[in-house]
């Protein structure tokens, strides 16, 4: 009888969503917000998805977590609030070199 060697377990990278209006022509912002989000993060997430969505929509979801909405948020997210608060949830002790420097006063 011979005992097996455990295997470790993957651990499960969650799935960006990003859903956009069609209507209001944010398909391109979205494609590039997600260019920048699997550039960033390619090891820790398995995907990025764009969804069409509702009039008006545009929501950035994290696995189970939204991590932003337009009408919640108001407008779009600059794009190293987006990458930090991705990070916040994919990867919190990830440094993201210049993304997470603080502008200097006066600049």
């Not at 097996?4 to 377990?9: F, I």
């Not at 995907?47 to 929509?57: F, I, N, W």
Request: proline share 8%.
């Amino acid at each position: 009888m011979s005992e097996s060697t455990p295997q470790p377990r993957a651990v499960a990278r969650p799935r960006i969503v990003i859903t956009y209006c069609v209507r209001c022509g944010w398909l391109l912002r979205a494609a590039w917000m997600s260019q920048e989000l699997l550039t960033t993060f390619h090891g820790d997430v398995s995907e990025v998805a764009l969804r069409p969505g509702p009039s008006g929509t545009f929501t950035i979801d994290v696995g189970t977590e939204r991590v932003w909405d337009r009408a919640n948020n108001g407008g779009f997210p600059e794009i190293t609030v987006l990458k930090q608060r991705v990070r916040d949830v994919v990867a919190p002790t990830r440094s993201l070199g210049h993304s997470d420097q603080s502008p200097k006063p006066g600049a």
